[in-house]
């Protein structure tokens, strides 16, 4: 049986991360091969300089925000660290339970090509792996260690609109590496397109690959006995959202829950399967989550969609404009969507339009594995 290697961020703290490493592993798996995921430690790469450069002058144009942030920190710093070690076990544990994990550590400077030298294919994706400031610099998640027939890209991200000049040329090199490339959103097909002269398809998520019912044997029920309202941001709740996530709770007496918020300490600390619990079993989802978004369609729950702008790593909101425009569910933007439809999605097309993608998404992995697509 042939081996496959993923190449994707890792970590023990994103649940959308874990996720998408669990889905890839289990489509690529269906297609007849061993899977291993590997630990990569993204330490800087040549370009490690432009990409700090980049990222300094991202982060002046959110100081007053950063500084709010790091302050909040500080103030709860007892707090943080007891609950950060619990969720940070709870995201071990299903690691351990659901990846397959590689044993090594590969970094740039301390690469054991012998050992990966028992792979047949890597394949790097999904996640923001082409960030440039998750990337550090390096071209560890552009496959380039490997041979060219070697290297798959499936769904990565670039997770900004535009590549910092800097980093263009090495990008192009960095991209014209791959014979096999597919990206997540229609910015990144864009993105290869400026840089390389090359097409991407545009192909889903791999938690879209795997089907609402297989995803239940993941999911973790919630405690919660009461109706609420799930809350998770990874960029910052404005008071202009708060009023509008409130005012959504009070239609139907809903409790709010915020995965972000310390005062709820169970859903803070929770891992990937209580995470999926929590959106299946809610009344309404209010998140600039990617994956937040995908796993409400995928288990039918009313949604809003809240735009993440600025921050850090720039505009985020190509990659929730092509998944929602995709499934012609782009009115669940919080300021398109209807008061009367906040509790009511129209998910009778989205069976359809899933099947189709799916299938494009499979065959475009079997490809580049050279694997057969049933």
Not at 18 to 44: C, D, H, V
């Amino acid at each position: 049986m042939k081996k496959v290697a993923i190449v994707t961020l890792n970590g023990y703290f994103n649940h959308g991360n874990r996720l998408q490493n669990y889905a890839l592993q289990e489509a690529i798996k269906s297609l007849g091969f061993e899977i291993e995921t590997l630990i990569i430690n993204s330490e800087p790469g040549a370009d490690a300089a432009k990409s700090k450069k980049i990222e300094y002058s991202l982060l002046k144009k959110s100081l007053y925000r950063e500084m709010r942030i790091y302050l909040w920190k500080i103030r709860n710093k007892k707090t943080l660290n007891r609950l950060s070690s619990l969720r940070t076990k709870n995201f071990k544990r299903f690691t351990k339970d659901y990846i397959n994990e590689s044993s090594k550590v590969f970094s740039k400077s301390d690469f054991d090509r012998e050992y990966c030298s028992k792979f047949d294919y890597f394949v790097t994706g999904s996640d923001q792996v082409w960030n440039p400031i998750y990337s550090k610099g390096s071209g560890l998640y552009f496959l380039d260690f490997a041979e060219i027939n070697q290297r798959v890209a499936y769904a990565p991200s670039f997770g900004v609109s535009e590549i910092p000049e800097e980093l263009k040329e090495s990008y192009k090199q960095w991209l014209n590496g791959f014979e096999k490339i597919s990206v997540r959103e229609v910015d990144g097909a864009r993105l290869v397109k400026e840089l390389t002269g090359n097409e991407a398809c545009v192909v889903l998520d791999p938690t879209m690959l795997i089907s609402s019912d297989a995803w239940l044997n993941v999911v973790k029920k919630p405690d919660a006995e009461f109706p609420y309202l799930l809350v998770y941001f990874l960029g910052e709740i404005s008071n202009e959202y708060w009023q509008k996530i409130n005012f959504y709770a009070q239609i139907r007496n809903l409790r709010v829950l915020n995965l972000s918020d310390i005062k709820n300490q169970k859903e803070y600390v929770c891992g990937p399967s209580e995470f999926l619990g929590l959106i299946q079993s809610c009344e309404l989802f209010c998140t600039d989550s990617f994956h937040g978004t995908v796993f409400s369609i995928l288990f039918e729950k009313p949604f809003v969609v809240f735009r993440r702008e600025h921050g850090i790593v720039g505009s985020m909101f190509s990659r929730l404009d092509t998944l929602l425009s995709t499934f012609d569910l782009s009115n669940r933007v919080y300021d398109l969507v209807s008061e009367n439809d906040i509790f009511h999605v129209n998910f009778e097309g989205v069976k359809n339009i899933l099947k189709v993608e799916k299938d494009k998404s499979y065959q475009f992995l079997a490809r580049a594995l050279e694997a057969e697509h049933k």
